[in-house]
């Protein structure tokens, strides 16, 4: 008996499709959506769906998937097969059509259904918060954030987190975009650099020489050319390796609760990439499973409506652990559940420890060096706080 009950007061809902995870971006490729499955399975195990509506979403349509992105886009990731011979390893090649079929985005057996479930996640979730019968919506195979209109990009093939935003538009005011993967949201931001109707916030590893995308300093806040309303809307939080759980706390609830005062957005979208978290494959920062679900706790407090998207997460056994507490968050149970990993669990062995809160020692033996000073922090939310006086709710 896992004493898991149904949230008083607030809806929670789930949305996956199964099918989603038997796609393969190649055997070495670090993103395995068998990560989702994992996820699942542990969530399952305590027994948290028994406190949400469970959906097995749909993919979305083309005409779904062209809400955002450009028909020849869409009409070429629908025609191209996979390559019997990898063509090239350096996804560089300026040869590569809309970027597809590089190493960061390779062409794989059924590229465009993968693209189309995690955009159908997404969409049944923003639909959801719409119809009020989610507060919460869960949507753990999306959060693909460096899509473009017609370009792939880092892993990234249809913008699922696009799609939802300009679907909560036609029912919100505005929304907010949070980002807390390591890597910058970048297309999500340029898709609405020119409107004020939505604010994007992320957090990220910034190197513009070493890390992807290179883009997101503390002062790119969106074009501040020829009237645009957009101007000011977008929120850049650079951070350096080996960030912790206070310092990234401390600058998540200053910078979040600053801009929900004075934005006052009907919904939120909350990417939650876990590349964030210590031990990630691609990752840089020391968060753990309690820093990073934080976040998800200080939004949720807000009591607006909500989707938590997927994202980022190289280490398959670090991501379920961060999913399946946030799940916990969600709906309210993060105080009932056993830190043990439930017996029954599929994979168990795979977690290594047997706690859904490992110490940074069990997951890295040394933690990586921090490399934020705490005047840089403060300089951050300085200038956060200045730029917010440009934008009104
Ligand atoms: C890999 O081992 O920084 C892809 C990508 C494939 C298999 C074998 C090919 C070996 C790391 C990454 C060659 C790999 C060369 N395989 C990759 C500039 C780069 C050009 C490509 O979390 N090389 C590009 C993208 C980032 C770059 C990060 C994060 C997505 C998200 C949301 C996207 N691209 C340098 C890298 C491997 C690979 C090993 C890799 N790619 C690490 N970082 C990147 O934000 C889902
Ligand atoms: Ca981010
Ligand atoms: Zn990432």
Not at 182 to 202: I, K, L, P, Q, Y
Request: aromatic residues 10%.
């Amino acid at each position: 008996e896992s004493g898991i009950t149904r949230p008083k007061g607030h809806n929670v809902s789930f949305h996956c499709n199964p099918d989603m995870e038997q796609h393969h971006f190649g055997m070495t490729h670090p993103m395995k959506p068998w990560r989702l499955t994992l996820s699942k399975s542990l969530i399952y195990s305590y027994g948290m769906s028994f406190a949400m509506d469970n959906f097995v979403t749909r993919a979305a349509t083309y005409e779904e998937l062209a809400s955002f992105h450009s028909t020849d886009y869409l009409d070429f990731l629908g025609t191209v097969l996979p390559e019997p011979v990898p063509r090239d390893l350096e996804s560089q090649n300026p040869d590569l059509k809309f970027n597809l079929g590089g190493s960061d985005c390779p062409l794989f057996d059924g590229l465009y259904d993968y693209c189309s479930m995690s955009a159908g996640s997404a969409l049944d979730a923003a639909r959801k918060i719409c119809s009020k019968q989610s507060d919460i919506a869960i949507a753990w195979g999306g959060g693909l954030h460096h899509a473009k209109k017609a370009e792939a990009s880092g892993f990234c093939y249809i913008n699922d987190i696009v799609i939802a935003i300009l679907e909560l538009l036609r029912f919100y005011p505005r929304v907010l975009y949070i980002d807390i993967d390591v890597h910058h949201g970048d297309g999500v931001e340029e898709a609405f650099f020119s409107t004020d109707r939505v604010m994007t916030c992320s957090f990220h590893k910034y190197d513009p020489n070493n890390f992807f995308p290179g883009t997101g300093a503390l002062d790119d806040n969106g074009p501040k050319s020829e009237h645009n309303p957009g101007a000011h809307h977008a929120v850049n939080v650079p951070l350096n390796d080996g960030i912790t759980d206070e310092q990234y706390d401390m600058l998540f609830n200053n910078i979040i609760g600053r801009i929900v005062e004075k934005f006052r957005p009907g919904a939120i979208a909350l990417q939650c990439g876990a590349d964030s978290l210590a031990g990630d494959r691609l990752g840089r920062f020391n968060l753990q499973v309690q820093g990073h679900g934080a976040c998800v706790a200080f939004c949720k407090r807000m009591n607006i409506p909500m989707i938590l998207f997927g994202g980022g997460g190289y280490t398959p056994r670090n991501v379920a652990r961060a999913w399946t507490y946030e799940t916990s968050i969600a709906i309210d149970c993060q105080d009932k559940i056993n830190p043990i990993l439930p017996e029954h669990t599929p994979w168990r062995e795979q977690f290594r420890q047997d706690t859904l809160f490992p110490t940074l020692e069990q997951i890295l033996g040394e933690p990586r060096q921090n490399r934020n000073p705490q005047k840089r922090l403060q300089d951050i939310v300085q200038h956060v706080t200045e730029q917010l006086r440009f934008v009104q709710g």
